[in-house]
């Protein structure tokens, strides 16, 4: 994909993050303090299913703008093109459902708005080294991509993801309906990664990444199912488990961790320290935001 989806696909962030020794660049996972236990015994990180989070309604409006450009442009295109683009425009209510995983990473450590959704009963955040978390997402079928705030872009990126498809297929080429098929779906399934990127403008000061997985049938074998109070959610289990160090740590992406404000920060510090001591953690250390700031 060329021009502004290829600019925005090749970002990488810069930041090593506040407390960090060295300057790889970072991204940073916050959770709970039972999920900082789960992460580190099992060397997975959940990716939940689009559809149970809170903003899936952004996927199924990006998902809206891809719709308008394909029957914008069918409108003058090739008998061949415009077979592809009224049946892109015509499965997209169908991939409105269909089954994308992801997890959200942030680029500041030390975050009060992420810190606050954990409450008094304190979390941690998780800082991943760029390059290691991208072979993660890439053995799984993922994709690291920042998420896109700006109504304008988004439109802009729908537009330029038909143009760059329909470049692949000649527009003289008589297609028969198992190709259209083939073409169409290849168009939405692919898009389907980028819309899952899309968020509400509001909340463009969070500086989100997500690492997003490519359409995952229903019954593979990385998916599993949790419990909620309320709801049962599909996550996908990404493995990151990169292999031993010289010293016999395992590497699994991360090597720092913050701990979130807390009237125990320290004593989650020194726990987590142990919880984490088989793994190539190289720093540790509290928030240096006020418990009262809560």
């Not at 925005?8 to 506040?18: D, E, K």
């Not at 003058?76 to 015509?90: E, F, K, M, T």
């Not at 500041?108 to 080294?129: I, K, T």
Request: charged share 20%; net charge negative.
């Amino acid at each position: 994909m060329p021009n502004l989806i290829d600019d925005h696909l090749s970002l990488l962030p810069t930041s090593p993050g506040r407390g960090s020794a060295t300057r790889q660049p970072r991204l940073f996972h916050y959770t709970t303090l039972q999920g900082l236990l789960g992460i580190v015994s099992s060397k997975v990180i959940w990716a939940t299913n689009i559809h149970y989070l809170n903003d899936s309604e952004e996927f199924a409006y990006g998902l809206g703008y891809l719709r308008t450009e394909a029957e914008a442009r069918a409108k003058n295109a090739s008998s061949g093109h415009q077979a592809i683009l009224l049946r892109v425009a015509s499965l997209v209510d169908y991939f409105k459902q269909g089954y994308v995983y992801t997890a959200s990473f942030a680029e500041d450590d030390d975050l009060l708005s992420q810190w606050r959704g954990y409450g008094a009963g304190g979390g941690v955040c998780l800082g991943f080294v760029v390059g290691d978390l991208q072979k993660i997402a890439k053995r799984s079928g993922f994709r690291l991509i920042k998420c896109i705030y700006e109504q304008s872009q988004k439109a802009a990126l729908a537009k330029e993801f038909i143009v760059h498809s329909l470049t692949t297929i000649d527009a003289a080429t008589t297609l028969d309906d198992e190709r259209v098929e083939e073409f169409a779906n290849q168009i939405v399934t692919r898009y389907q990664q980028l819309a899952c990127a899309f968020k509400d403008p509001s909340f463009r000061e969070e500086c989100e990444w997500r690492i997003i997985s490519k359409f995952v049938p229903l019954d593979h074998q990385s998916v599993k199912v949790r419990g909620t109070a309320t709801m049962l959610v599909p996550y996908f289990e990404v493995d990151l488990d990169l292999g031993q160090d010289s010293h016999g740590r395992t590497n699994i992406g991360i090597d720092t961790l913050v701990v979130g404000p807390s009237l125990q920060k320290e004593r989650i510090l020194q726990a987590a320290s142990i919880a984490t001591k088989h793994l190539t953690i190289e720093a540790s250390r509290p928030s240096e935001i006020p418990y009262r700031s809560l």
